[in-house]
């Protein structure tokens, strides 16, 4: 059974920093590209963050560009997203998701071709 689990989330003040992980088990995550989402309460779903496997390229959302950095560790199965110099407009529920290709296209960011979802991790940024 494919599952995605996300872990890390927490309440950081303004200018912290979170690690959040992305646990896959019933495959592996050598043939897949992951993408990283969040949905803030009011709005609509924005990709945050993508990676492909093989050269492992990443793709980042304006809004998070400079401040969090995508990776992943296939002998663990594991994404991570690790999130610096967070703002209150970064709190959201964070998902990961995996994608049929091995590659991150030109609109992952819309999720649409995300076959698997985690069930998300709250993150809060607040003083």
């Known amino acids: 059974q494919v599952q995605l689990v996300e872990s890390g989330g927490g309440l950081v003040q303004p200018g912290g920093s979170l690690r959040l992980s992305c646990s896959a088990s019933?495959?592996?995550?050598?043939?897949?590209?992951i993408g990283w989402f969040r949905q803030a309460p009011g709005k609509e779903r924005e990709g945050v963050a993508c990676?492909?496997?093989?050269?492992?390229?990443?793709?980042?959302?304006?809004?998070?560009?400079?401040r969090f950095t995508i990776s992943r560790d296939n002998t663990k199965n594991t994404v991570y997203l690790q999130m610096n110099s967070l703002k209150p407009e970064d709190t959201a529920v964070d998902y990961c998701a995996r994608d049929l290709i091995w590659y991150c296209?030109?609109?992952?960011?819309?999720?649409?071709?995300?076959?698997?979802w985690g069930q998300g991790t709250q993150v809060t940024v607040s003083s």
């Open positions: 296209h030109s609109d992952w960011y819309r999720g649409g071709s995300m076959s698997s």
């Open positions: 990676i492909s496997n093989g050269d492992g390229s990443t793709h980042y959302a304006d809004s998070v560009k400079g």
């Open positions: 019933g495959f592996t995550l050598d043939y897949h590209a």
